[in-house]
């Protein structure tokens, strides 16, 4: 069955919480280095504010492992019909492999996201405490957000390039040259 227009912006939005989740890593991560502020302070309120924006959207991306599971294997029907519009894309990686590498992903976030959530939110708890913690996502985890956005944006670009004719191939373009360079950190991270 094919992905309705609504599954597709669904689909989209997991992409943008995959990368608001990122961002807020990279936020968190740094605010760490920087020296864990103690006791209740403006720099621990922010702090804490990043941790829990972090859990909510790994909870979001969790709670669409269902639709992303199906994108999948709609995103495989897709490559394979359109073969010959995505041999030009620079991925870095074969357009074809990537149902795969976004349900390895999948699997991952559904193992381990709800963990990972009481992970944050612990660490948030004890922030708020004033107790020092340790910034970060897993690499793994880090990894397969990496991949999760990076095979979403790849998929709604073959989707356009199934639907859209010549302006659907140029948005089909567009999209594996911002996904390749998610593709080559999340590969990275995820086989770590």
């Given at each position: 069955?094919?992905?309705?227009?609504?599954?597709?912006?669904?689909?989209?939005?997991?992409?943008?919480?995959?990368?608001?989740?990122?961002?807020?890593?990279?936020?968190?991560?740094t605010g760490f280095?920087?020296?864990?502020?103690?006791?209740?302070?403006?720099?621990?309120?922010?702090?804490?504010?990043?941790?829990?924006?972090?859990?909510?959207?790994?909870?979001?991306?969790?709670?669409?492992?269902?639709?992303?599971?199906?994108?999948?294997?709609?995103?495989?029907?897709?490559?394979?019909?359109?073969?010959?519009?995505?041999?030009d894309w620079t991925?870095?990686?074969?357009?074809?492999?990537?149902?795969?590498?976004?349900?390895?992903?999948?699997?991952?976030?559904?193992?381990?996201?709800?963990?990972?959530?009481?992970?944050?939110?612990?660490?948030?708890?004890?922030?708020?405490?004033?107790?020092?913690?340790?910034?970060?996502?897993?690499?793994?985890?880090?990894?397969?957000?990496?991949?999760?956005?990076?095979?979403?944006?790849?998929?709604?670009?073959?989707?356009?390039?199934?639907?859209?004719?010549?302006?659907?191939?140029?948005?089909?373009?567009?999209?594996?040259?911002?996904?390749?360079?998610?593709?080559?950190?999340?590969?990275?991270?995820?086989?770590?």
């Open positions: 069955m094919a992905l309705s227009i609504a599954d597709q912006q669904d689909a989209a939005d997991l992409a943008a919480a995959s990368t608001q989740l990122l961002g807020l890593d990279v936020i968190w991560t280095e920087q020296g864990v502020p103690e006791g209740k302070t403006p720099a621990s309120s922010d702090l804490i504010k990043v941790g829990l924006g972090m859990a909510t959207q790994l909870g979001k991306i969790h709670k669409g492992v269902p639709l992303l599971k199906r994108f999948a294997d709609e995103l495989e029907v897709a490559l394979l019909a359109q073969s010959g519009h995505t041999k991925l870095g990686i074969d357009p074809l492999d990537v149902p795969g590498l976004l349900r390895e992903a999948v699997k991952h976030v559904d193992d381990h996201a709800t963990e990972e959530i009481s992970t944050l939110l612990a660490k948030a708890e004890r922030l708020e405490g004033g107790q020092a913690v340790q910034g970060d996502l897993p690499r793994r985890m880090r990894g397969a957000i990496y991949l999760l956005c990076a095979a979403v944006t790849v998929g709604l670009g073959a989707f356009a390039t199934v639907c859209g004719g010549p302006a659907g191939i140029g948005f089909g373009f567009a999209g594996a040259v911002v996904a390749a360079a998610l593709f080559s950190q999340g590969l990275s991270d995820f086989h770590a």
